[in-house]
């Protein structure tokens, strides 16, 4: 039976499989028809609508992302304050529209103020403002042309003869005299936000005393500031003074460190800060990046004095800070600590010896036979010659160059940093920042097997600025 | 023009190309249009359509295979689709009382390609997809459940009714033509 069935299907197979009909020429001319221009192009769309949408996406993408770098659009909104205890009037305006500069978007910004009220009569005499009464305000919107005064003041200075309040409003929020655009973000209210998203007015006034006046004023929230920012670049320069500490380990005579101390003298230190610094809530700022500091040293022993010794260090320092200001000036602190991440040594130490062999360094002369010259230091540097004087006996010190006799790590060595200064905001994009700083190592920065401890102190002055990006 | 550069031109929207190319495959894929279609109009519609995708997705043939394969298993799936619109049932007509009497292959072969189709065309609707697939295509029952979703029993089934029906058919032409 299945036999059989198998020659059924082969005969059908056969005579099926390959036999031709031509069709009726209707048929071609109907694919020629529908294969027109317009199926070609919906055809090739639809077989590339991946490409196509990654392409369309990717547009989007950089569109919004040069929207939002380009910072000129800011959100704005009027909050209320509260600085008279007895004013317990309070209004919200939400939602109000703005237009700044050529930007033709308009954001929905959250807008909330409040009354004030304020002994301010002599910086507002010729505002007309409802006092001493005890109306009922109700439902009332910003006042045209006072936001079209702002967004003008915005990018200007606000010396506005024909609107006095706005001067009050923007010297109240941040002290300024100026007002560049970014005298409009309160400091204290980057972080808040208000999701409210409608017009809205109320208040509850309350009788005003005499002499008083009410007042609104207004100044912009942003909900939450973009890393832009938040983020900028500190570059500083600190020269600074350093000071070791050494302590004897158990084979080592404090003799030896002693006539250490007499023969190394620190001439030049300084670092080379380039951080990030990041603003936290709060005030708050966080900073890294690297640290580069040079230490030079002249070395006297033997009756010769000689500029020698250049150590280098490459840092990453973690540092916690906290920022503040009232006007352009402000201040801040900032502490934390810094991992040094290589570290260069050139010139030579005094060998560590014992009691008996202890080398005897040069006293310092009262009148020194040489004196660093600044063209020496530059000449040393430039050249960067750490040699040994042919007078010199090689064998009683030890070349930091050479691994095994060099005692001081390599890497690895932590420093605590402390510093606290003024700063001067000199525009939206930069602030400069004068802080006195003290760092030290916290453990020290010879090897295990070097039989002494050594910390280095440094003390000095970071003369700074901080750029936006 | 061999086959590659006429496939190459098609792609870009040669008409003379696209006009030989359906010149070289019309007339064999408007008979398997034939054999899963109904009738000649739904069968001119199977091979329109199918040949308007060939064109449309001709950049997605690779070379790797054989490209009349290509072309009919196009034409194929089409038909399957118009099948699967035509809301085609899988029949269970009552062929129970048929006779399981296999028809002498030699008999079968005395008959024409036409005689055949006219056969295979007058096969309940389900009975002719899986007897297409199955017998003539060479598809696999696992395969064809696939394609049709279904299972590969109902597959197995519908063959064999469509068989048992196609004996009756061409013992009944047999017993005609004697008488």
């Not at chain 1, 099926?16 to 769309?45: C, D, F, T």
């Not at chain 2, 061999?2 to 008409?15: R, T």
């Not at chain 2, 079968?108 to 697939?133: A, K, T």
């Amino acid at each position: 039976m299945s036999d059989q069935f198998n020659e059924f299907d082969q005969v059908f197979r056969d005579k099926l499989r390959e036999h031709a009909v031509s069709p009726p020429n209707s048929v071609w001319e109907e694919v020629s028809a529908k294969r027109n221009y317009g199926h070609i192009v919906a055809n090739r769309i639809t077989k590339y609508w991946r490409t196509l949408g990654t392409l369309l996406l990717l547009l989007l993408a950089g569109g919004s992302s040069a929207l939002l770098i380009g910072g000129d659009e800011e959100k704005v909104a009027i909050e209320s304050t509260k600085e008279d205890a007895n004013t317990q009037n309070e209004l919200s305006i939400i939602n109000q529209q703005y237009n700044f500069k050529e930007i033709t978007s308009t954001e929905n910004n959250n807008l909330s103020t409040s009354i004030n009220t304020r002994k301010e009569n002599q910086l507002i005499t010729d505002v007309n403002y409802e006092s001493n009464t005890s109306n009922q305000i109700e439902n009332r919107v910003p006042d045209a042309e006072l936001m079209a005064s702002m967004e003008a003041a915005a990018f200007s200075r606000p010396d506005l003869q024909d609107n006095p309040l706005l001067n009050i409003y923007i010297s109240h929020l941040d002290g300024w005299e100026s007002a560049k655009p970014v005298s409009f973000v309160r400091y204290e209210e980057m972080d808040k936000s208000d999701s409210k998203g409608f017009f809205k007015l109320k208040k509850e006034a309350k009788p005003l005393r005499a002499g008083e006046v009410e007042y609104e004023y207004a100044f912009p929230t942003v909900d939450k500031k973009p890393f832009k920012e938040r983020a900028s670049l500190y570059i500083a320069f600190t020269p600074q003074s350093i000071g070791k500490s050494m302590t004897p380990e158990y084979n080592v005579s404090t003799e030896y460190l002693r006539q250490r101390a007499k023969s190394e003298t620190p001439r030049m230190a300084y670092t080379l800060t380039a951080n990030l610094h990041y603003e936290l809530k709060n005030h708050k700022f966080i900073e890294t990046g690297i640290n580069y500091t040079q230490i030079y040293e002249e070395m006297h022993f033997e009756g010769e004095k000689r500029f020698s010794n250049q150590y280098d260090f490459l840092e990453v320092p973690l540092l916690l800070g906290y920022e503040a200001r009232n006007s352009k000036w402000g201040w801040q602190i900032k502490a934390g600590l810094g991992l040094q991440v290589f570290n260069n040594y050139k010139g030579y130490i005094l060998k560590v010896v014992d009691d008996e062999t202890a080398p005897v360094a040069s006293p310092q002369p009262d009148e020194p036979l040489y004196r660093m010259r600044k063209s020496d230091a530059i000449v040393n540097i430039v050249t960067n010659n750490h040699e040994l004087s042919k007078n010199q006996e090689r064998h009683t010190v030890a070349n930091l160059e050479n691994k095994d006799e060099n005692p001081f790590k390599t890497a690895g060595v932590i420093n605590v940093h402390l510093a606290a200064g003024v700063t001067y905001y000199h525009s939206i994009r930069t602030t400069f920042v004068l802080t006195p700083h003290y760092s030290r190592s916290v453990n020290s920065i010879t090897k295990g097997d070097a039989g002494f401890q050594e910390r280095i102190g440094y003390m000095g002055v970071s003369f700074g600025g901080r750029f936006n990006f | 023009m061999d086959e590659k550069k006429l496939i190459q031109a098609c792609i870009k929207e040669d008409k003379s190309a696209q006009k030989a190319l359906y010149d070289l495959f019309s007339a064999k894929m408007y008979f398997v249009c034939l054999r899963y279609a109904r009738h000649e109009a739904e069968a001119q519609d199977i091979l329109q359509d199918a040949f308007i995708k060939v064109f449309d997705k001709l950049d997605s043939f690779r070379f790797n295979g054989s490209f009349e394969g290509w072309v009919r298993r196009i034409m194929v799936n089409t038909a399957l689709n118009y099948c699967r619109k035509s809301t085609y049932k899988y029949e269970n007509i009552g062929i129970e009382d048929y006779q399981d009497k296999v028809v002498n292959s030699k008999a079968i072969s005395r008959l024409s390609e036409q005689e055949l189709l006219g056969i295979i065309q007058q096969l309940p609707d389900g009975y002719r997809m899986v007897f297409n697939l199955y017998i003539i295509e060479g598809y696999s029952h696992k395969e064809i459940a696939e394609m049709l979703s279904i299972s590969e029993n109902t597959s197995r089934s519908q063959l064999a009714k469509a068989r048992k029906w196609m004996q009756n058919v061409l013992e009944k032409l047999k017993t005609s033509n004697n008488v």
